[in-house]
């Protein structure tokens, strides 16, 4: 599998750490120690769907390809304003493609499924080109009096083009139910035979999210490239879920890499769930920050709670 494209979008407004003391108990000084966030783009009257065809069509101009030449498109995706049909059902009308659809949630590590999916399909031969979207607005799933949850989150959209050939990557998927740690409901509607329940925002027990994190993201890395045969000094960089600089670092000392490999975004864009990785490696990419041949590792985490990590060789 090669990724021969890359695209993204982010909504215009911004909102800074100070906007948000202006009428959360915050302080930029407290969200920025204790996360690295300074600002993040959060949607405003512009639609999700909108910023994922257009990242989706940043990605197919740099692959050059035409929609037409799409065989499948996978969207990562949490939330979004309909809950029929699929949100890449959606991006297809928009971008002009005829082929087959689907969405799946892997909370913050949907990216990395999709693409584990994605190979699959590739390398079973039923494919050759994949579109693969992740589209994410947290920004309508928090509550805005929370401060301990709002704070963390911002909205955005990436896209991959992904193909057959090239030099297979490697993939380590977990999930271990605790729901009890990161959830948010749905309303129950009003069906007379259901007992009625109200939608609730998101709920983190952040403490626990961090030490999975640290934990999970070191070893996935560790065991990853133990299995390809890899030394981590040849990685050539770390692409961590954008949530916090803290949980970057702290990957980071545990694996004894430099700085300069673990590129990082959070501070603009906040944690924009599944499409965090996707925007970074999309911004890496355009700024000419990667070599061709070099190895990319990456690594997501998130509600389920579930993970995912892989290793590819980036051919662009
Ligand atoms: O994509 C999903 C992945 N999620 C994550 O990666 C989140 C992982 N967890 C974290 O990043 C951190 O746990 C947080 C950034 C969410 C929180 O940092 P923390 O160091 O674990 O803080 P805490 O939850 O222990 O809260 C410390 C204090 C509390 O006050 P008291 O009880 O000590 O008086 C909180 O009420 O900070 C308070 N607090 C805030 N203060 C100012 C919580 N949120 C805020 C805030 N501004 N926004």
Not at 29 to 38: L, M, N, V
Not at 108 to 129: D, I, P, R, V
Not at 155 to 165: F, I, L
Not at 196 to 218: D, H, I, W
């Amino acid at each position: 599998m090669k990724i021969i494209g890359t695209g993204s979008a982010a909504p215009e407004l911004r909102i800074t750490n100070d906007d948000l003391s202006a009428f959360l108990d915050t302080s930029d000084e407290w969200i920025r120690t204790r996360t690295g966030i300074a600002e993040r783009r959060i949607l405003t009257d512009e639609a999700l769907e909108d910023l994922a065809a257009e990242a989706a069509e940043k990605a197919l101009e740099q692959a050059g390809l035409g929609a037409g030449q799409v065989d499948y498109i996978f969207c990562s995706n949490v939330i979004n304003p309909y809950l029929t049909p699929a949100l890449s059902c959606v991006i297809q009308g928009k971008i002009g493609a005829a082929c087959p659809c689907i969405d799946l949630n892997g909370a913050c590590a949907g990216f990395l499924y999709a693409l584990e999916m994605a190979e699959a399909y590739l390398k079973s031969g039923k494919c050759q080109n994949i579109l693969i979207v992740a589209a994410e607005c947290p920004s309508r799933m928090v509550d805005w009096t929370d401060r301990a949850t709002c704070v963390l989150f911002g909205d955005g959209a990436a896209a991959a083009v992904v193909s057959a050939g090239g030099e297979d990557a490697s993939f380590l998927m977990h999930t271990s139910c605790d729901a009890s740690v990161l959830h948010a409901y749905h309303a129950s509607g009003n069906c007379p035979y259901t007992p009625q329940t109200a939608s609730s925002p998101l709920f983190m027990n952040g403490q626990e999210v961090y030490k999975f994190a640290v934990s999970r993201s070191t070893e996935d890395l560790r065991t990853l490239c133990a299995d390809r045969g890899m030394e981590l000094s040849q990685v050539g960089h770390f692409l961590l879920h954008q949530a916090n600089l803290r949980i970057l670092e702290a990957v980071r000392t545990r694996l004894k890499q430099p700085k300069e490999k673990f590129p990082h975004n959070v501070e603009l864009h906040g944690n924009t769930s599944s499409a965090g990785i996707a925007i970074l490696l999309d911004e890496l990419n355009r700024g000419g920050a990667l070599q061709k041949g070099e190895y990319l590792a990456m690594s997501a985490f998130g509600a389920g709670l579930t993970s995912g990590a892989c290793i590819l060789k980036w051919e662009l």
